[in-house]
């Protein structure tokens, strides 16, 4: 894969990622990429301080969001919108719906966490020691951080096996047909991101990401940090015979351990070339 390298898979603190948009953008520059998107989860908060600090900086940030959807008997299936207009009030009021049971979810876990701190003799952490690495609502990474500064876990990875996956609350999720008409409704291309999340049988896979695209699915992330040589090779096959355009993103958050931004699994780099098929899908929003 040729020419300016970019992401399209990034996560902001306006979701549960741990730099600023700003900071995103800076990175991006350091690292020489020529466009990233910001795909916040169910989110779009973030994308016009990216696209400002873009613009200062000579980086394309595409507008984006990342939806958590329900399809078939799977929950928290991820669906990735970009092109988006993320202006338009009737997506924001859903977001705005989905952001406040949010909220009241990631209240119930910190709870849950307080309850199992107190059980060991430990002082509970307040709500105001997350929301300093928070922006536009707190997330189980923002948890992960305030106990890593307390100084009860070791790093991200140790808060989330010691309490927050057994303090995990289930999620609201969109309805897959929901999720992708709305990404079309508002301009977007929508693109199911890291497909192996789900199976990774192929059969499997084969089966649900056909489903997908008679629902309205316009591409696949195939270039990722969850699969290997042999699935992204299959992934790849898989959209050329589907018909499906090829993607590709880090899914950074800034707290993983060996992740960089720009690169999927095995160090590959991911080329501009995947976005030209992007903006002539896109009915608006791309530069």
Known sequence: MSGMNIDLHIHSSYSDG??????????????????IAIADHDSVAGVSEGIAAGLTLSINVIPAVELSVQLEDWN?????GYGIDYC??????????FRERRERRNDEILDLVNKMLVAE??????IDEVLIFARDTIGRPHIARALLERGYVENVEDAFRRYLEECNVPKSYWPIENAIHEIHRIGGVAVLAHPTSISKDHQELRRIITGMKILGLDGIEVYNNLVYAEEMEFLRRLALESELLITGGSDFHGIEDGLEMGKGRGGIRISENLITPLKFLSAQHFE
């Open 18 to 35: 741990a730099l600023t948009p700003s900071e995103l953008v800076s990175l991006a520059k350091r690292l020489d990429l020529g466009a």
């Open 76 to 80: 928290d299936v991820h669906l990735l």
């Open 88 to 97: 338009d009030h009737i997506f924001l009021g859903q977001l705005n719906s």
């Open 121 to 126: 003799g430990r002082a509970a952490i307040d």
